[in-house]
Structure formats: structure tokens, C-alpha cells
């Protein structure tokens, strides 16, 4: 009882002196997209080097961008030949040609987001089906759950599926 009462008195300290309540919330979606390569060749263009189809980087143009699909491999953004950069999140798990899940704040970098990010591959007759399953918590402002859909449905239905579909990911 004490200790509860400390950390109320904590709290309402902090808040008092400055501290701001945040949002916080939870959200999640999902879609599917319809490849038109094996679901190894479709895992292997969704990681790696990714410049030819992600669009959105903090640097503008970035030296690298990758996702290295590995367990405690990064998602990440080299902005300069310093070295210097963002993880934009850390691959969890990762199976070739079925599954790879990432968890980070992506472009939310600076608050206090998790977003788990999946990717799962299942093969049909025409190539495979890649499920896109994003799940968010923390700070979550309004808005936002609507804005991550759209720009993952970005950049997977309109960049990734054109890129693929062109062939570039043969190069």
C-alpha cells in the first residue's frame, strides 16, 4: 500500500512539475497482396537492398538501405559514408520465403511507438500471396493507425508490386 502510494504521489509530482500525459493507444491492420513470384524470390526483393522500391528515408538519399533478414538484423538507413544513420527496427524472426517480422518505430522514430511489422508468404497458383500484418502501441496520436496503413500500403501495393512486377528485382 505504501509503495502504490508513493508512485501515485510520484506521478502527480511529475505531471505538476512540467511531465506531459501522452496518448496512448493501440491499433492494428492487415492486407494482402497478390505476387507474382516464388514466395523465396518475394522475401528475398522485400529484403536486402530495398532502395529501388522504399521511398521514405530520413536522410533523402541514403547510402544504403537495407533490411538484413536475420534474427537481430536491422532495418536500417546509412546516411553518409560516416557512417551515420537510423535503425529504423530489428528483425525478430526471420524464415525465407514464409516469414519476417520486424519490430521499431520505422519514420515514428522519437516517440514512444512499437510497431510489430510481419510479413507472410504463402504460395498460390499465379506466384504467391504476401500478407502485410501491422500491430501498434505506446503513443499513439490521432490519426496516426490511418496514416500507417497507408503509407505501408504504399509502400507495398503501389512501389513493391510495381517493382516486382517490372522485373527490377531480377537486376
Not at 494482402?32 to 523465396?40: F, I, K, Q
Not at 536500417?76 to 530489428?90: I, K, M, N, Q
Not at 514512444?112 to 500478407?131: E, F, K, M, Q, S
Amino acid at each position: 500500500m505504501t509503495r502504490h502510494l508513493f508512485l501515485i504521489l510520484a506521478v502527480a509530482t511529475a505531471l505538476s512539475a512540467g511531465a506531459q500525459a501522452l496518448p496512448a493507444s493501440t491499433f492494428a491492420f492487415d492486407f494482402d497482396v497478390d505476387l507474382p513470384g516464388t514466395p523465396d524470390e518475394m522475401y528475398d526483393a522485400l529484403t536486402g537492398d530495398i532502395s529501388g522500391w522504399w521511398d521514405h528515408t530520413m536522410s533523402g538519399n541514403p547510402v544504403r538501405l537495407e533490411i538484413q533478414a536475420r534474427p537481430g538484423g536491422q532495418f536500417l538507413e546509412v546516411f553518409d559514408g560516416t557512417g551515420d544513420g537510423v535503425v529504423h527496427a530489428t528483425v525478430t524472426y526471420a524464415q525465407r520465403g514464409k516469414l519476417l517480422r520486424m519490430e521499431g518505430p520505422l519514420g515514428l522514430a522519437g516517440f514512444a511507438l512499437h510497431l510489430v511489422t510481419t510479413y507472410t508468404l504463402t504460395p498460390i497458383d499465379t506466384g504467391c500471396r504476401l500478407n502485410v500484418a501491422v500491430h501498434g502501441a505506446g503513443e499513439v496520436h490521432e490519426g496516426w493507425p490511418a496514416l500507417v496503413e497507408k503509407t505501408w500500403r504504399h509502400f507495398i501495393e503501389d512501389r513493391f508490386l510495381a517493382y516486382v512486377q517490372a522485373g527490377r528485382h531480377l537486376d
